[in-house]
């Protein structure tokens, strides 16, 4: 049912001219769906409080809940055309009321965890992109026709808003940025094994996928009210810089069951590493933060080693936003482990010496679709040093695309073999003290793959080709008397 719905919004925003790419599509359907979900969410505490013989102060004023102006209703529960908003009274409305009054909440929240400052920072940092109000009243009525009220209507959005992510991310531009795939993700936190209490941070949440899938993992069923309002409120934290992200990583949240959720809209990297202290800790970091980059010299000096590689600052910054017996599993670029550089040459260090850096799995070209470049994930917990790291090659046996991606089958040997830490074909251990101690090279070398066959001489190849040539010419004149 909502996926038709989905397919018909899609239908929509393609007439619209202020919405031209993937990535409009995801931002423009995030701040309709939060308005919608927020007004299900208001009615349902409503009823609650009437239940339970309570008043009830609803979030929004009258005129800007969403019975009010994007959906009205008349008595037989149709919409009210007669006094619905359409053209540009609909986008004159949106743009210099609704967007203006909502931003408001920023400034009049009472604390950055509630949910009337999500509202405010949401609608300081998106704009309304349609310019027509003819097409903005159709994607506000196929919005109205979903509903937020039943888990597994909740499921079923989530699921289609990932889906919208995952295309986003392969749309090319920056929406790759936002998107880790998913079979990897379930697999990191598998290992990690996130226990209810434990908190977790993303400093680079993206779509929050990570926040999500812990979420998804630790929500067991017949957990109790006390672990649940926990899961809710004092487990899941995460900053991202970038605005669309922010808004679709809060939106991608809600839908997953996730009613306020803890994240901030800031710069990780503007925070200096040496000032964190016990209180901004975690049990356990998930991330896959940006590669490259270019970070300016005053980034770089809220970090003990200095570069401009973006991947690099945030790695300090996690090591330090983990708890002493923390866990933590990060996707980098495969080239931080042999990169001759000072930076990853002391970053190496750092993160041997005061880490036990357990496992790395060696992911294969594909795993991130556009992304052109080979990642590892880190797997390590602070507090000891490194004895022997464990490497696993994943190989999926397939070259993998866009319509060949990662899936849970291919990552399953890896989680099921990563406790005993076996020796095997696509896996070995390295001792610590076997590194060279002058670089730390970390490089993935498995040393039990089969050897290549050996290459053949041009003159050997030359050869065979003559042969092929020859039996080819006999078979044509054996067809030929045939003829």
Not at 241 to 266: D, F, Q, R
Not at 312 to 334: D, E, M, P, T, W
Request: charged letters at 25%.
């Amino acid at each position: 049912m909502f996926e038709n719905a989905f397919n018909n919004i899609d239908k929509a925003l393609r007439t619209e001219q202020g919405v031209s790419s993937e990535l409009d599509y995801a931002e423009q359907t995030s701040w309709i769906l939060f308005l919608k979900y927020l007004d299900d969410m208001e009615s349902q505490r409503a009823d609650e409080a009437e239940l339970e013989g309570r008043k009830y102060s609803p979030i929004l004023a009258a005129e800007y809940r969403w019975q009010a102006w994007a959906a009205p209703k008349a008595a037989d529960g149709t919409l009210d055309h007669n006094t619905a908003l359409t053209g540009d009274d609909l986008i004159t409305f949106v743009n210099d009321k609704l967007f203006r009054y909502l931003a408001g909440f920023r400034e009049s929240a009472t604390s950055p965890d509630t949910i009337e400052y999500k509202i405010g920072e949401i609608f300081n940092e998106i704009i309304n992109r349609f310019r027509s109000g003819y097409v903005l009243r159709d994607v506000l009525e196929l919005v109205d026709g979903l509903a937020f009220n039943s888990q597994a209507e909740k499921h079923e959005l989530s699921d289609l808003y990932e889906s919208r992510i995952k295309r986003m991310g392969n749309a090319g531009r920056n929406g790759g940025e936002y998107y880790t795939p998913r079979p990897l993700i379930r697999a990191m936190i598998q290992v990690i094994n996130p226990k209810l209490g434990e908190t977790i941070y993303d400093g680079a949440v993206g779509s929050a996928g990570f926040l999500c899938e812990a979420f998804t993992y630790m929500n067991k069923p017949g957990i109790s009210a006390s672990d649940y309002e926990t899961l809710q409120k004092r487990t899941f934290y995460g900053q991202e810089k970038k605005s669309l992200a922010y808004v679709i990583g809060i939106m991608n949240m809600v839908l997953h069951g996730i009613e306020t959720p803890n994240i901030l809209h800031t710069n990780t990297l503007n925070e200096n590493a040496m000032d964190i202290q016990a209180k901004d800790r975690h049990d356990i970091v998930l991330a896959n933060p940006p590669f490259g980059g270019g970070e300016r010299p005053e980034v770089q000096q809220n970090f003990p080693i200095r570069t401009g590689e973006t991947a690099y600052l945030f790695l300090q910054h996690f090591i330090r936003k983990l708890k002493a017996g923390g866990r933590s599993a990060i996707v980098i670029k495969n080239t931080f482990l042999s990169n001759t550089d000072n930076a990853s040459v002391a970053l190496r260090r750092e993160l041997l010496e005061t880490c036990n850096l357990h496992t790395v799995l060696d992911c294969p070209s594909g795993t991130f679709q556009g992304a052109g470049v080979k990642t590892v994930v880190l797997f390590f917990e602070k507090g000891a040093p490194t004895r022997d790291i464990w490497f696993y090659e994943l190989d999926p046996g397939r070259n993998m695309g866009k319509t060949n991606p990662l899936n849970d089958n291919d990552l399953a040997e890896f989680v099921s073999l990563q406790s005993t830490r076996p020796n095997g074909l696509k896996s070995w251990i390295v001792k610590r003290a076997d590194l060279e101690e002058a670089t730390h090279d970390l490089s993935v070398k498995n040393p039990n793959a089969p050897e290549a066959p050996p290459l053949r001489s041009p003159e050997a190849i030359i050869a065979d080709m003559l042969v092929r040539d020859a039996e080819t010419a006999d078979i044509l004149e054996n067809i030929r008397g045939i003829l």
